[in-house]
């Protein structure tokens, strides 16, 4: 008869088993974090990946924030393998941890921040710290008011291109057209026509230009469905080992070609026609300082940071200002109403010399309703997050250092507790920004780390959703599907179906 010991010696079965005792036994110690803190929570297990899976299905975890708020409340706790985490919806805690206490919270997360590539872990959104600090005051003015009046020319030009492909789309097959493939084209145009000062093509071909296909590729990366990212939460100290091996989620060819056209444009930029006006990439090389410096001043970039921040930028520009005007075109699309009062606002303010500027743009007050209705639905990062780095008592609530703190953006811009019918498009309800708390609608962030781009994105979508109400009725498909629409995050947040079409009819 087979016996274990014809395997392994009974000293190493003993030693194997009390290995796996200490094991439980340091979990389990691990486990108690959030209960000595008395943050509720569920019970973690190993199967559960602490309280990971607890979620119905990794990519809509977001979906969940509510629940677990009625259940727990505002304040509870989740643990990502080991590691605890507070997830936290009190607005006036929001606000201190935010705002007032920024200081002790200025780190988005220290976890998965070095597993993106070289380039792209030197990217304003991974870096922490000092470096972020001496990041962000070098890239800021480049964001400016003047720099955003320069740039709404070329842009205006790419949303008249986005028009005519609409145009040949309505003669060719009936005005139906893949949202993603028209807005997706139209915004990587733009963000490398406006902010590089090239013209990356992927409006004009017929065929779906390069920068196109791999900007797609980058984006259909599985984070969620990766077995890397359970590895790396279960053994956070890993990430040191895949930094080193420079380990990506993303696709490495497609990285790999923004990189280089982002070094490219550089090489560009540092000899510039003096008859045309700085693009923030030219900016970016002008505040290039080397390793050496970054320990003594506190603005200007190495040249691996203006890399990493040229394709941050890049990628940004495409799939978070795509996908903000894909669900901003289908929730109009949905709502005939709403759209023929934003057409009508849109040609009175044209209609003196049939052009728009940025004042123009900016005095539009029911786009911007519009847009922060549909941005309230379907905000760009279902989540944010903070790092504590020291211990803090806010409003009653001890806050340990060393610890994430979770905003559920998602959860608290559908949340009854603040919002009349909140599955429900009304963009009526943004009417008086002043009566709606900046903390729980929050799409771009908020307090000193909101995102960076924020008032260029909304140009983009302001200029391309003028160009098209001008010209065309948007309309739904019959495979269009009913709001609100199902949702799933992986690299971005996107819609759950493959392919969202709509229709666009000339008007008359």
Excluded at 42 to 51: A, D, Q
Excluded at 110 to 119: D, I
Excluded at 260 to 268: C, F, P, V, W
Aim: with cysteine; hydrophobic share 40%; net charge positive.
């Amino acid at each position: 008869m087979w016996s274990p010991l014809d395997i392994l010696s009974l000293e190493t079965w003993i030693l194997i088993a009390t290995l796996l005792c200490l094991a439980r036994f340091y979990l389990h110690r691990k486990w108690q974090f959030l209960k000595k803190l008395n943050i509720p929570h569920y019970p973690p297990s190993i199967l559960k990946i602490g309280t990971l899976r607890y979620n119905a299905k990794p990519s809509e975890f977001f979906t969940s924030d509510l629940e677990m708020k009625k259940k727990f409340g505002m304040v509870y706790g989740q643990y990502m393998g080991w590691s605890p985490r507070i997830v936290i919806s009190d607005p006036d805690i929001l606000k201190q941890i935010m705002i007032k206490e920024f200081n002790n919270f200025y780190d988005r997360q220290k976890s998965l921040q070095k597993v993106n590539g070289k380039a792209l872990n030197n990217g304003l959104t991974n870096i922490t710290g000092d470096t972020w600090r001496r990041v962000r005051h070098t890239i800021s003015p480049m964001f400016s008011t003047s720099k955003l009046r320069s740039m709404i020319g070329v842009i205006d030009k790419c949303a008249d291109e986005m028009v005519e492909n609409l145009q040949s789309i309505a003669k060719d097959n009936d005005g139906v057209f893949d949202t993603k493939g028209v807005f997706g084209k139209y915004t990587l145009s733009a963000i490398c026509s406006a902010a590089f000062g090239v013209d990356v093509n992927s409006q004009k071909d017929e065929k779906e230009s390069k920068a196109i296909r791999m900007a797609k590729k980058l984006f259909q990366a599985k984070f969620l469905s990766n077995p890397m990212l359970y590895i790396l939460i279960i053994f956070p100290w890993m990430e040191k080992i895949a930094e080193k091996m420079d380990f990506t989620f993303f696709p490495r060819d497609a990285l790999k070609y923004f990189e280089n056209l982002t070094n490219s444009i550089l090489k560009i930029s540092s000899s510039p026609d003096p008859k045309q006006t700085s693009t923030v990439l030219q900016l970016l090389a002008e505040s290039e300082i080397s390793e050496k410096e970054t320990k003594s001043k506190t603005k200007g970039l190495t040249h691996m940071e203006i890399t990493g921040n040229g394709v941050l930028m890049i990628l940004a520009g495409y799939e978070t200002t795509s996908s903000a005007i894909i669900f901003l075109a289908f929730n109009l699309a949905w709502h005939k109403d709403v759209q023929e009062k934003l057409r009508e606002e849109i040609r009175e303010i044209v209609k003196s010399d049939n052009s728009l500027d940025y004042e123009k743009l900016n005095g539009l007050k029911y786009l911007t309703q519009c847009i922060n209705e549909s941005l309230r639905l379907y905000p760009p990062a279902p989540r944010n997050g903070r790092y504590c780095e020291k211990k803090i008592t806010i409003n009653g609530i001890t806050i340990p250092g060393k610890i994430h703190i979770d905003i559920p953006t998602y959860g608290m811009a559908r949340d009854p507790e603040y919002w009349d019918e909140p599955e429900k498009y009304i963009p009526e309800r943004m009417d008086d920004m002043s009566k709606i708390d900046p903390i729980i609608f929050q799409p771009f962030g908020a307090g000193p780390r909101n995102c960076i781009g924020l008032r260029l994105a909304l140009m983009k979508i302001r200029l391309a959703i003028c160009k098209v109400l001008l010209n065309f009725e948007l309309d739904v498909c019959p495979d269009t599907p009913k709001p609100p629409i199902e949702i799933i995050i992986e690299a971005t947040m996107r819609p759950k179906v493959d392919v969202l079409h709509l229709k666009a009819i000339p008007l008359k």
